[in-house]
Structures are given as C-alpha cells and as structure tokens.
C-alpha cells in the first residue's frame, strides 16, 4: 500500500531561519505530489503541487518543493520563515492514475519563534 | 479559488444520536468527493471515496452501515455517522475533486463532531 513518511514531528525555528521538512513516499508508480498548510483553527490550505515537468516547484508564500523520483521525495522549503508561518504541515501523494484519493503524511509542527 | 462549505463546524449531541453532516462544492461540480477523519495530533485517514450518483468505497476498518455516505449531487455529499459513541468523536474533513483527475483536492473547514 502506499504511504507517506514525514520525518520531523516537530519544529521549531527562530524568525529568518531556513526551513526544510522531509517528505518521502513508498508508491513506485507515477504521483502526484502535494504540500498542504493548516494553520491554528483553520482548514487545510493548498501550499502547493507537482504533476509533471519541472521538478523544483514554486507555492505560495515563498514555499517551494523538490521532486527527486530517485529518492522517492518531496521535500519543502522556505529561504527564510516568519512567525507567521507557524502551523501544521502535510504532504500528501496520490496515484497519477484515475480518481485517487490523497494519502497524507502524519504532518510536521513548524513553530515559529521570535 | 475553488470552495468547498462544511455544515456544520461543530456538533456536540448524546451518545446514540445520528448526525449528519454535509459537504458542498460552491463554485465548482466535484465528480468526486472524500471524507477523512483526523484524530488530535494525527494525520487525516481517509474514510471513504464517494462519486456521485455511485456507491461510496470505503477503506478498510472503516464500517460501511455506521458511516453513511450519500453523494447524490454534483456539489452535495452528506456523512451521516449513525448512533454515534463517544469513540466517534473526531474531527471529520470532507474534500472535493473537479471532473478532470489532475485537478487538487480543495478541503472544507472540516465539523468537530464531540459525543457525550
């Protein structure tokens, strides 16, 4: 079956500091690949997405993630973090193939300290 | 951007108590729509698949007669969790999918379901 590993639980960085949260997945075929934010109390929220094409993928808020098919991951990243991107974050993977649904990682707790 | 509306955000009621809850694509017609369950400091684990106008496909360990699903629109689903217990009380997120499978998922603000 397939899964989605995260790696850090829990974050925490100082203000400007560089982020990075691992994400692998065990699916061998085609995926696609997400990133997706919740913030306190909020919803889940679209950072950003990878089908096809170029590997390195820009989102919104200065996020990006890197696609490496031969380590089987997703990693995100972000130069420089502000206190406001404390929240929950998962990356989720689903089969390029049909109406998949999205399986998500257990999810990694950035906290963002001034 | 695309919209999906969850009603409702919160619901406490006694155990034995059948709750509904719904799920609608606002902007969009959502072929597919997905009911996850997050448990505190967990992930989502999804629940089950429904399209629209089929039988919904649960996944494995989740009870088909306890967590009833109906999509019978383009842009409404329902989860209806039958004589609910305090065990089912979770958070439950349902998402929605465009016709065309390269579209994202798009989330609602999920329903905070808490049995006495």
């Known amino acids: 079956a397939q899964s989605v590993s995260q790696h850090n639980h829990h974050v925490i960085l100082s203000e400007a500091a560089s982020l990075e949260l691992g994400c692998n997945y065990s699916?061998?075929?085609?995926?696609?690949l997400f990133w997706y934010v919740q913030y306190p109390g909020q919803h889940l929220q679209l950072l950003l997405k990878y089908f096809s094409g170029d590997p390195l993928v820009k989102g919104i808020k200065g996020f990006e993630a890197e696609f490496i098919k031969s380590k089987f991951s997703f990693n995100l990243r972000k130069p420089s973090v502000q206190w406001s991107d404390t929240a929950e974050y998962f990356c989720a993977v689903s089969r390029n193939s049909g109406n998949t649904p999205l399986v998500f990682g257990k999810g990694t707790r950035l906290s963002v300290i001034a | 951007g695309a919209v999906v509306s969850q009603h409702p955000s919160r619901v406490i009621c006694k155990s034995g108590t059948s709750v509904k809850i719904e799920c609608r694509s606002l902007?969009?017609?959502?072929?597919?729509m997905f009911w996850y369950r997050q448990f505190p400091k967990q992930s989502l684990m999804l629940m089950a698949t429904s399209n629209e106008g089929s039988k919904a496909t649960y996944e494995q360990g989740v009870e088909k007669d306890k967590f009833l699903i109906n999509h019978a629109s383009l842009t409404l689903s329902t989860l209806t969790v039958t004589s609910a217990h305090p065990e089912d009380s979770s958070f439950y997120i349902c998402?929605?999918?465009?016709?065309?499978?390269?579209?994202?998922?798009?989330f609602g603000d999920g329903t905070r379901l808490s049995i006495l």
């Open positions: 699916y061998g075929g085609t995926v696609n």
């Open positions: 902007d969009f017609q959502a072929t597919t």
């Open positions: 998402s929605a999918r465009a016709r065309n499978a390269d579209q994202p998922q798009h």
